[in-house]
């Protein structure tokens, strides 16, 4: 007689045929039923030292694999341990599946005092995931699956969450079909792709404005460019689009020169951009430029009801946009790679001498290791690289700070991205402040055989705010946590480091790390490396 599985078996069995081959997790007692199918089935299970630090491991998972990443959690400190984690992938629309436990069905609501309780669990996760359930009937459960992974495929991704009372997991699961979720994603329809060539036909100096929501569709938007002849503006998540090419922007919207270009223009495309303040007014200064002939291409309804308001808004996704639209456009000549060019030298005048020094840094990495993927935390030398930075392809460069700007993402999910893509070298490049927010990690990387340079760019405390502070007229205060040596840190979970004399060393130090199978640590110090300023 065949065993009927548990709902915790079920669940596993549910993510594999969904594709699931990777969890993130600490296991308690309240999801030990959770983790029962999980060793004879073929999913990893990869173990963090902190709740958060699971949730950005498949925060950086998911972004260089394109599938969402899944953290397993207990029920309340175990799940708001992960609430930041899951803030940052909601603001830079990334998917992410948290399953938690909660507590058993009859005591939620009354306050008993229970391990781990909250007052309402659920109502907290659904002030920001995109979908909460939970699970009160075990025969709900394959189409509660269904529905997480069809929101996070379907339209602007971000995080989703189930929770599973702990009297619901050992019960019957019953009979569960084990089909993957087939999401529907939008498509924009002829008409509407025909009045957006009619627009471009009637406009002479076009800009195209991409986000991460268009770097899947890389080579369709550099034909797009080319048919059009326009300049491409390339924020934080869309580097590496468009490499090498003519056409290409690596400058921040936020760069007076990059705004010199998109007000001159007398059609701006928005292709999957959220249009957000930490790409498009980074100083809050307000002189983003107006957009009077706009055309915004976006997966979500809600993102195109937003400001800056579209003449004409595209529900769709990028890829099948502009597929639809280069049979409709015309090829045209109208100086756009003189205008990119143009744009390109104007933002890199505008960055300072230290700024200058800490993008060449920055390029260091990817001329020592080109298959490289840099995960940056909060740090001066990432913020550097969000204002102007050329890369190669995309999805290779991408930090916290963007969005919500949470510290300590850096090492997690740079963690999360070497276990995505195990063939190539991942760089972390974060400051002393950040590092040591999830500094336990490392432990976490060593664990996991994962590929992770960790290059840390000391400067003695958190040195941006205390630059803000000063520029502000305030005397600096609490801006300078000691930090511990980073190399005896490294060297206690046996992890090789090196602490560079001079910023010249960086090259064959990332090269050596690079030939190594597990962690290692670099460190770089603003003031005591050589070349590491200006």
Known sequence: MTRIKTVGE????????????VVFGIPGVHTVELYRGLAGSKIRHITPRHEQGAGFMADGYARVTGKPGVALVITGPGLTNTITAMAQARQDSVPMLVISGVNRRNSLGHGRGLLHELPDQAAMMKSFALYSHTLVEPADLPSVIARAFS?????????VHIEIPTDVMPLPAGDVPLKPTRPARPSADRGTLEAVASLCDRAKRIVLMCGGGAASADPSVTALAERLDAPVVLTTNARGMLANHPLRVPASPSLKATRALIADADLVIGLGTEMGQTDYDMYVDGAFPALPSFVRVDIDALQLSREPHAELPVLSTVEAAVDGLLPLVAARSSGGAERARLTRDAAWEEQTPKIRTEIGVIGMIYKALPDAIVVGDSTQAVYAGNLYLDVDRPQTWFNAATGFGALGYGPPAAIGAAIGAPGRPVVCLTGDGGFQFSLAEVGSAVDAGAKVIFLVW??????????????????PEGVKPSAPDFLDIARAYGVPGTRLADVADL???LKAAGARNGPSLIEIHQTRTRG???
Do not use: C, F, H, K
């Open 507 to 509: 090259g064959a130090a």
């Open 532 to 534: 590491a300023t200006a």
């Open 458 to 475: 000391n400067n003695d405390g958190y040195q941006e705010i205390e630059n803000y502070m000063v520029e502000s007229g305030i005397e």
């Open 151 to 159: 929101i996070m495929g379907s339209a602007r991704p971000g995080p």
């Open 10 to 21: 079920a669940m596993v069995d549910l993510l594999e045929a969904n594709g699931v081959e």
